[in-house]
T-cell receptor, first 117, second 112 residues
Framework: GAGVSQSPSNKVTEKGKDVELRCDPI?????LYWYRQSLGQGLEFLIY????????KSGLPSDRFSAERTGGSVSTLTIQRTQQEDSAVYLC???????????????FGEGSRLTVL | LAKTTQPISMDSYEGQEVNITCSHN???????ITWYQQFPSQGPRFIIQ???TKVTNEVASLFIPADRKSSTLSLPRVSLSDTAVYYC?????????????FGTGTRLKVLA
């Protein structure tokens, strides 16, 4: 597609259930990012992929959070045993990172809004 | 850790020029300085980037001093539709990765 696509756009779940959020990056973009944005707050870095590997998982809030990326393309963020504090918008971004100057131009999807009841 | 510092909020009136400054003391030598705009219920979108001196596009100008420890986003003649949160973006220079950290952002409110 032309842009970063995320699904579902909205997800309401009950506390304790598992959820999966999907991100389709721009074709050819090697870097993929997940951020979390709570209501009225800034963007919290969660994890970053370069190809299929995740050099930096330091932002994942707890071991209930995991993410994977396959084929250098689609990524899935999984939250197990959801808690009410997990309610937020989860944003995915991709970029064509490379060597040399780091441009920091990230292309964002519209986000997946997660509500945990 | 690369830390960016911006004012939390700003108010302006339509037609005025707005300048938002970001401090990024630890910016890496080979990093661009990039600014994003975010409207409610949308993902951030790229506005402008630069490496040094001045950059101008159809949306904004970006001023970067020689030491690159700060940058100023300039929005000429703002309108109500420019009401948004503006972020400058920094990369963690110690991680050796493309870990991009967003600051708190500046919430700009344009008044009629």
């Amino acid at each position: 597609g032309a842009g970063v696509s995320q699904s579902p756009s909205n997800k309401v779940t009950e506390k304790g259930k598992d959820v999966e959020l999907r991100c389709d990056p721009i074709s050819g973009h090697t870097a993929l990012y997940w951020y979390r944005q709570s209501l009225g707050q800034g963007l919290e870095f969660l994890i970053y992929f370069q190809g299929n590997s995740a050099p930096d998982k330091s932002g994942l809030p707890s071991d209930r959070f995991s993410a994977e990326r396959t084929g250098g393309s689609v990524s899935t963020l999984t939250i197990q045993r959801t808690q009410q504090e997990d309610s937020a918008v989860y944003l995915c971004a991709s970029s064509s990172s490379g060597t040399g100057l780091n441009t920091g131009e990230l292309f964002f999807g519209e986000g997946s809004r997660l509500t945990v009841l | 850790l690369a830390k960016t510092t911006q004012p939390i909020s700003m108010d302006s009136y339509e037609g005025q020029e707005v300048n938002i400054t970001c401090s990024h003391n630890n910016i890496a030598t080979n990093d661009y300085i990039t600014w994003y705009q975010q409207f409610p219920s949308q993902g951030p979108r790229f506005i402008i980037q630069g490496y040094k001196t001045k950059v101008t596009n159809e949306v904004a100008s970006l001023f970067i001093p020689a030491d690159r420890k700060s940058s100023t986003l300039s929005l000429p003649r703002v309108s109500l539709s420019d009401t948004a949160v503006y972020y400058c973006l920094g990369r963690d220079p110690t991680s050796g990765t493309y870990k991009y950290i967003f600051g708190t952002g500046t919430r700009l409110k344009v008044l009629a």
